[in-house]
């Protein structure tokens, strides 16, 4: 701890710098309680709308602020401790901003004071609660016996990690997300680890049965134990923990419990205060509590009867807090509604996935339960629709298309009976194409901790130039908390990078439009007339007009036009040995631009009658609809990524169905020629 003593020491004194050189006069007037990721979102939030305003931050570790939902990655070894830090806004820019390391212990409502730790009093106009919540640590016989531990701070993890050391055998209590989180960091020195879950089943308030089943079987398969249907009655021993009592009477040895049964939001201080609290801090739509000056976000409120325990509606609270105390002014203030419950999680390792209700549901008129489940992969995934729209999903294992279910789900979009069909044969309701995260909607939520949207993280891409990973991360937060999200903003880097660069864009587009001035001029340009003598002949009635030349260009023609149908098996076969898909289609219409100039040479600009006249027409068409097929791809980067989609596969389609008669139309103008 003394190298975060340090760093606090040396924050702090940046700070006390910067006050030196403001007007005594100036006192911070928003005071934030808690420093965790929430408080800290809302010091920031606030600081984007106001720059200058006075932002008092207080936290109650001897710590600088640190990422808490990283804690089971450190205890594993599988970060390093600077990499849970969560910096601070920066005082160059905010010169009002402190951030001090000393619990609040009481406040005064009638003064609008609140007193810290060490007795020091700071006044607030405005005062806001992020004080979290802690561990829920059950009142039974056995609670104080020495190895007894909770995991839910920094302080917590170091004394488990030293604990790790010498113990034997770990008992965890609670097999939710927390629990089995602990349980594999505590396998890394080779200790055994048993999780005794109350419920039914692992997860039980995020996963069905099958899910909770398919999840255990991972967990174990790493060495830990499952007990369900069984929690802790006692803790025996005498002083030290020898062993732990289950509520049907098992006696498991052991030498060390970890609690991790749950949390109770930290609402002390409130209930001090004289505000009215519930399970939470009770707060309206304006996350405002009893007292019109106070608010509270984060897990220690309470917002229509409802807590959250992740960090995600924190976020969406402090943002909406921000709002209100920036915009103050305005009308109408914004809201908020409260949040959807949504999961995507790495746990153990494995995919999670769950929104919305899975289990235990209400007999209801129009519900009905879609599932998909493949032995060779292990995959499970659910879908619970009422009248074709999802109203809860669960997924078990890689889930490609599991963001975009949660954008249809928080939009109530409509799912017709062949999606669920789709769904139940192969688990896709979108095809391959709801793979590609490029075709999804701009609402969809990419980042579910930060709550950020596939659209503005392309947004971010195009207009502030975050074209890698780490610049995407910095600009807009995303992966930033939990990092289960980072391959797909890996995947949306790569696809922003890759779409049409500048000079590719500009060759397509140029040579699109090449295409359509030659299939105007071939349609529009006066028929070349035969020459009334043999010496006014030129170069080009000599080609056009000759048997010879006639058939050079014709079979030329052809064979261009063989090889551009050949060519566009390339994507629908994915066939590799053809080279890269861009280099294939910049050729392709290169091709289509060599077939309009060799058609000028074989016909004269005549369209010709009947076969010959709907050949030539069918030919035109389908260069014409490759023409604006190419210049859609080339200006795709200018426009929105459901625009430009939608516009190039529909342009594609029409190009491949037009294409369809062209052999047929060939075929029949060869034979006519030879046979007669």
């Not at 009638?110 to 802690?134: E, H, P």
């Not at 739509?285 to 924190?314: K, M, R």
């Amino acid at each position: 701890m003394t190298a975060l003593n340090r760093d606090l020491v040396a924050h702090n004194n940046e700070v006390e710098t910067v006050q030196a050189v403001m007007p005594k006069s100036v006192h911070s007037r928003i005071i934030v309680i808690g420093a965790g990721p929430v408080g800290i979102r809302f010091a920031e939030e606030l600081l984007s709308r106001r720059p200058e305003e006075h932002v008092h931050l207080f936290g109650d570790e001897t710590c600088l602020p640190y990422n808490r939902i990283q804690l089971s990655a450190l205890l594993a070894g599988e970060i390093d401790r600077d990499a849970i830090d969560l910096p601070l806004p920066d005082i160059a820019q905010h010169r009002n901003f402190r951030f001090t390391s000393s619990a609040i212990t009481a406040i005064d409502r009638d003064s609008n004071t609140v007193t810290d730790a060490t007795g020091n009093q700071y006044r607030y106009d405005k005062l806001i609660f992020a004080t979290g919540a802690r561990a829920h640590i059950p009142n039974i016989p056995g609670i104080e016996r020495q190895g007894v531990f909770s995991f839910r701070s920094l302080r917590d993890t170091e004394s488990l990690y030293a604990r790790i050391l010498r113990s034997r055998h770990i008992v965890v209590v609670g097999g939710g997300l927390l629990g089995l989180e602990a349980a594999k960091g505590l396998l890394k020195f080779h200790t055994r680890v048993t999780v005794i879950q109350q419920g039914p089943h692992l997860m039980n308030r995020q996963l069905d049965e099958e899910a909770a089943s398919l999840l255990e079987q991972e967990v174990k398969r790493l060495g830990i134990d499952i007990i369900t249907h069984a929690g802790v009655r006692a803790i025996d021993g005498y002083e030290h923990v020898t062993s732990v009592t289950t509520r049907n009477g098992d006696i498991i040895p052991c030498d060390t419990v970890l609690f991790c049964a749950g949390i109770t939001p930290n609402i002390d201080l409130a209930r001090k205060a004289r505000l009215t609290v519930g399970t939470g801090i009770v707060v309206n739509d304006y996350l405002q509590t009893s007292d019109p000056d106070i608010y509270a976000i984060g897990e220690c409120c309470e917002h229509q009867g409802t807590t959250y325990g992740l960090v995600n509606p924190g976020f969406e609270q402090a943002s909406v807090a921000a709002s209100v105390l920036a915009d103050s002014d305005q009308q109408p203030l914004p809201r908020y509604p409260g949040s959807a419950t949504v999961s995507n999680l790495k746990v153990v390792g494995t995919s999670v996935c769950s929104l919305g209700e899975v289990n235990e549901l209400a007999a209801r008129p129009f519900q009905k339960e879609t599932r998909y489940q493949s032995s060779d992969t292990g995959e499970y995934r659910k879908l619970v629709t009422l009248k074709g729209k999802i109203v809860g999903a669960v997924g078990i294992g890689d889930w490609p298309e599991s963001r975009r279910i949660q954008e249809a789900y928080q939009n109530d979009r409509k799912l017709n009976r062949w999606q669920l069909y789709q769904f139940r044969r192969n688990g896709k309701l979108w095809g391959d194409k709801g793979n590609a995260v490029s075709q999804w909607p701009a609402s969809t939520i990419i980042c579910q901790c930060n709550n950020i949207s596939f659209g503005e993280l392309n947004s971010a891409i195009q207009n502030n130039g975050c074209n890698t990973l780490t610049a995407l991360q910095s600009c807009t937060k995303a992966g930033t908390v939990c990092g289960s999200c980072k391959p797909l903003l890996q995947q949306i880097v790569g696809d922003n990078s890759v779409p049409e660069k500048e000079s590719n864009a500009t060759t397509l587009t140029a040579a699109g439009l090449l295409a359509l001035g030659l299939v105007a001029l071939i349609s529009f340009w006066p028929e070349a007339q035969v020459a009334t003598s043999v010496q006014q002949v030129n170069w080009f009635e000599g080609i056009w007009n000759d048997k010879f030349w006639k058939q050079v260009t014709g079979f030329s023609l052809l064979g261009l036009t063989a090889i551009g149908l050949l060519m566009s098996l390339r994507k629908r076969l994915s066939w590799a040995w053809m080279g890269k898909f861009s280099a294939w289609r910049l050729v392709h219409i290169l091709l289509g631009i060599a077939c309009c100039l060799t058609l000028v040479l074989h016909s004269g600009f005549h369209l010709g009658a009947n076969l010959n006249q709907l050949l030539m027409i069918n030919f035109l068409a389908v260069v014409l609809l490759g023409a604006v097929t190419s210049s859609a791809i080339g200006t795709g980067h200018k426009l929105s990524g459901s625009t430009a989609s939608g516009s190039r596969k529909y342009m594609q389609w029409l190009h491949i169905i037009v294409s369809w008669p062209l052999p047929i139309l060939l075929t029949f103008h060869i034979l006519s020629v030879y046979y007669f």
